[in-house]
């Protein structure tokens, strides 16, 4: 029996999230993350899989180092360890591809060099996940590791959608452009709403809306996306839990000019304390819903701007994609908040956009169709799967390049 298994590592500043995943059947055999590495009160919490077992060590991590040996310890006590030849990848999440990486691919010493020059357009997130990937090349070197981009899935947009309207050879000199993210989100959701029409991705034009605490909306048609919210950065676009989306560019002008605000305070105001957050003091759509029942106003407000925001961008791609088969939504507030599904769809029947009611109050984890069977596009429901996206990318190129 080949060996089968991938361990998906997604490396952030202060935490190292992880799966385990056998790729015969596609199933876990374990999860995990570690949290507030570099901190005295980190925290490792395991769970093993079928059983759901979980185990939970606290105590300071001092690095990504020490945090991924835990993580191989916890592996170790259930013979799931990083040295079983079983394990033939490690999957890596890399937000920030640029133009250059268009797929996943198997790391090396340029594709390091690579993610570096990429430093500048996503400060907080690459030196996070090379952190990571240098970690688990350390402990594995012989092991073949891949990197699965956030942006890969985007570079198919046409340079019509993802020029900004500037001077284009300041444009390039710094390569300003939208990039997108939750690629591997989109690219996911987007093949299994075809699955779930019973049609091939060629055959099929889709919106899908990733609503989770970042939220992006992307255009793709036959399997290939066309346009996406998410720009050079993940800033604009929707109204998020704590960005603001879509905003005048002069905002920044004046609040610095008239607000005295420095730059980094407006990076932090427009990206850590704003959208839902910033609007009523939630980024929990669990809890805005729940102060909208009390007649809470503000709240009320918060959700009416995000569904607004929501309702422009399916027009937007209605028009971007001229015939649209179907609209997926997805992510913790998408899959999980009827109320957001109905405020997004409600009145758009002229355009073929329907719900039905009890279809989108059940709650399931499994992909679901929610307009009435006449609808003329279908609006489904369908749980993401990043780490089983990255896992099955990570193997399928192992096994393409004859390391598996
Ligand atoms: P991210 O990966 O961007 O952190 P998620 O996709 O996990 O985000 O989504 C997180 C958000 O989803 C939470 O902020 C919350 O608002 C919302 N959410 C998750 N589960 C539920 C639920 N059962 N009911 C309502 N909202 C939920």
Redesign the pocket.
Known sequence: MSASRVLVLNSGSSSLKYQLLDMRDSSRLAVGIVERIGEQTSRISHTVLPVGDTREQNGPIADHDAALKAVAEELDQDRLGLDSPELVAIGHRVVHGGMFFTEPTVIDDAVITEIERLIPVAPLHNPANLTGIRTAMAMRPDLPQVAVFDTAFHTTMPESSARYAIDARIADRYRVRRYGFHGTSHAYVSRATAKLLGKEPEDVNVIVLH?????SASAIRGGRCVDTSMGLTPLEGLVM?TRSGDLDPAVIFHLQRVGGMSMDEIDTLLNKTSGLFGLCGD???????RRIDEGDEEARLAFDIYIHRLRKYIGAYYAVLGRVDAIAFT???G???PPVREAAIAGLEELGLALDGDLNAVTSDEPRLISPVSARVAIAVVP?DEELEIAAQTYALTRKSGNA
């Open positions: 609503l989770g605490n970042g939220a839990g980024n929990d759509m669990r809890e805005i819903r992510a913790g507030v899959e999980n908040v993401t």
